[in-house]
């Protein structure tokens, strides 16, 4: 780990002062710190804002939620109100990493998590992403774990976090602080940029703007939300293709679905075709086969990455099935319903 400038902000004025080229904000620390000691992350300067007021809480916003950007993981996924009006947050959340890392995991880090991409962790390799202009070794290497929507001839990485599929698919926006004190708020599909030919500019935000909620909107009565997420292992991995979809019915008539893909683009994925397909239909694996196979006319795979398009066809269709009631819930399955 390379020598670096600590410093404990007090206020979000004084951090943002102290933000700017090749300094970062570290609260939990679980992705900065592992990146640092490889040397692909190194700031020369560690803004601590753990100590701001303010940042900590999770509140009432009207009928939705503001939520803090430095509560845990762990404290948000056992929030009886989200786990009650906004279940497929929870269940999302609890999909990923460890206990241990979900305790110390801050709600604007889990946003800000770097890809997992193999060559992106490897100095030894080039990559686009670490340094502009070097290239792209996943083009030529192993690719399993890559995107398969959204890509650039400049980077193939996939966005690794399970909570910002599940704020996607809940349309969630993200309050942030800009140095003069004013807050503006963002669309978490908005948040993220596509790689393009910079892929190492990875969000909308300036380099002293600071996350500071985020915010959910009201929950939809009577509607169902299913979070399924396909890995390699039962715990503490990555996802190869995750769905999360909210649906409400009227009738036995689908009367809005909202849905957001994981493991598959540099972003949380969606898909207004994959919505729009789904409006006023009658639930059914002909119709979901159809929304899905709209979807992956936009893939565009390696060699490794092939496998995706059949594994996130299937994953779609059993997290539309049960969003819809067409299959009945079985133990385990990450699923709820809120009430009307």
């Not at 509140?59 to 993981?73: C, K, P």
């Not at 976090?161 to 503006?184: K, Y």
Request: net charge negative.
């Amino acid at each position: 780990m390379r020598e670096f400038d600590y410093t404990r902000a007090e206020t979000l004025s004084g951090a943002a002062g102290q933000l700017g080229e090749n300094a970062s904000i570290i609260a939990g620390g679980t992705n900065l710190l592992d990146l640092m000691k490889i040397q692909v992350m190194t700031p020369s300067r560690l803004v601590d804002i753990t100590r701001i007021d303010g940042l900590r809480d999770v509140s009432e916003d009207g009928e939705g939620l503001r939520i803090g950007a430095l509560v845990t993981n762990s404290e948000l996924a056992a929030d009886p109100r989200v786990r009650e009006g906004w279940p497929l947050l929870s269940r999302a959340i609890l999909a990923g990493a460890s206990g241990q890392i979900r305790n110390k995991a801050t709600t604007g880090g889990n946003l800000l998590q770097r890809t997992r991409c193999p060559y992106f962790y490897d100095t030894a390799m080039p990559c686009n992403k670490r340094n502009p202009g070097e290239g792209c070794s996943a083009k030529e290497g192993d690719g399993r774990m890559l995107a398969i929507f959204g890509t650039s001839e400049h980077c193939l990485a996939a966005h690794p976090s399970d909570m910002a599929v599940a704020l996607a698919a809940l349309r969630a926006e993200v309050e942030i602080c800009a140095p003069h004190g004013d807050a503006r708020r963002v669309p978490i599909s908005e948040l993220y940029k596509l790689p393009g030919d910079r892929p190492d500019i990875e969000t909308v935000l300036a380099p002293d703007d600071i996350i500071t909620a985020v915010h959910l909107p009201a929950p939809q009565a009577d509607t169902r939300q299913v979070y399924k997420k396909v890995r390699d292992r039962a715990s503490y991995a990555f996802a190869l293709v995750s769905v999360g979809v909210a649906v409400a019915m009227d009738g036995d008539r689908i009367a809005s679905v909202s849905c957001a893909i994981g493991g598959v683009a540099p972003k949380p994925w969606t898909d207004p075709e994959i919505e729009k397909a789904l409006a006023g239909q009658t639930p059914s694996d002909e119709v979901f086969g159809q929304a899905a196979d709209k979807a992956l006319t936009q893939a565009r795979c390696q060699p490794d990455t092939e496998f995706k398009k059949p594994l996130l066809r299937r994953t779609l269709i059993a997290a539309l099935r049960e969003a819809t009631g067409l299959a009945a819930s079985a133990p385990g399955v990450e699923t709820a319903r809120i009430p009307a």
